[in-house]
């Protein structure tokens, strides 16, 4: 999983609680992305961060949250507002920041939220 | 509309053949397409990418071509083997749209010994 880790593999919560999903990487990468992947639909972009302190809306960010204090690191909070928050979450980054390289990802978190 | 399409029905294939799986897209304009692979609960693992002013690209039994006339990617397997089981993710680079990755929905491939 190339440097990447992401923690815990499995997780579960109750409906209503904030959950942070944490990812890490020691790959010196400046570019880190979440994505969420659903049986049938591919991967779809949430957040994605090409400098430290600084990150941008993907394609379903509602109901998410991010942050990037650090270059190595970029937790997902999944809020109460993501109406169907059970789905697999995958983290990847790249090298360069300019967008289209080569993704690197974790091996990713399943929620269940009950 | 922009779309990008991979075959949607899994392919069997026997071991020892050669594996073959479409990418097509319409309306973008593709700086490069890269291929994946992911297990199932795992992370996709990069392969191979290819960039519009190439026709082919080889990485030991994998090959890639990109037809930018037709608007399509074709991902070869060679000698497959059960190994080779997966599914497989296309992704273009979409020049037009500030280099964004846009994923296909992926392949499920299947060799049989």
Same mark, same amino acid.
Request: glycine content about 8%; overall charge positive.
């Given at each position: ?26 790959? $010196?990468?400046? %570019?880190? =992305?979440?994505?969420?992947?659903? /049986?049938?639909? @591919?991967?779809?972009?949430?957040? +994605? ?34 109406? $169907?928050?059970? %789905?697999? =979450?995958?983290?990847?980054?790249? /090298?360069?920041? @300019?967008?289209?390289?080569?993704? +690197? ?10 | ?113």
């Amino acid at each position: 999983d190339g440097g990447i880790t992401q923690s815990p593999k499995y997780l579960f919560r109750k409906e209503g609680q904030n959950v942070t999903l944490s990812c890490e990487q020691n790959l $010196n990468h400046d %570019a880190m =992305y979440w994505y969420r992947q659903d /049986p049938g639909q @591919g991967l779809r972009l949430i957040y +994605y961060s090409q400098i430290v302190n600084d990150f941008q809306k993907g394609d379903i960010a509602e109901g998410y949250s991010v942050s990037r204090e650090k270059k190595e690191s970029f937790p997902l909070t999944v809020t109460s507002a993501q109406k $169907n928050p059970t %789905a697999f =979450y995958l983290c990847a980054s790249s /090298p360069w920041a @300019g967008g289209g390289d080569t993704q +690197y990802f974790g091996p990713g978190t399943r929620l269940t939220v009950l | 509309s922009q779309k990008i399409e991979q075959n949607s029905e899994a392919l069997n294939i026997q071991e020892g053949k050669t594996a073959t799986l479409t990418c097509n897209y319409t309306n973008y304009s593709p700086a490069y397409l890269q291929w994946y692979r992911q297990d199932p609960g795992r992370g996709p693992v990069f392969l191979l990418l290819i960039r519009e002013n190439e026709k082919e690209k080889r990485k030991e039994r994998l090959k890639v071509t990109f037809d930018t006339t037709l608007k399509q990617s074709l991902f070869h397997i060679t000698a497959s083997q059960p190994a080779d089981s997966a599914t497989y993710l296309c992704a273009l680079v979409d020049a037009g749209n500030n280099r964004k990755l846009i994923w296909g929905l992926g392949t499920s491939l299947a060799v049989n010994p």
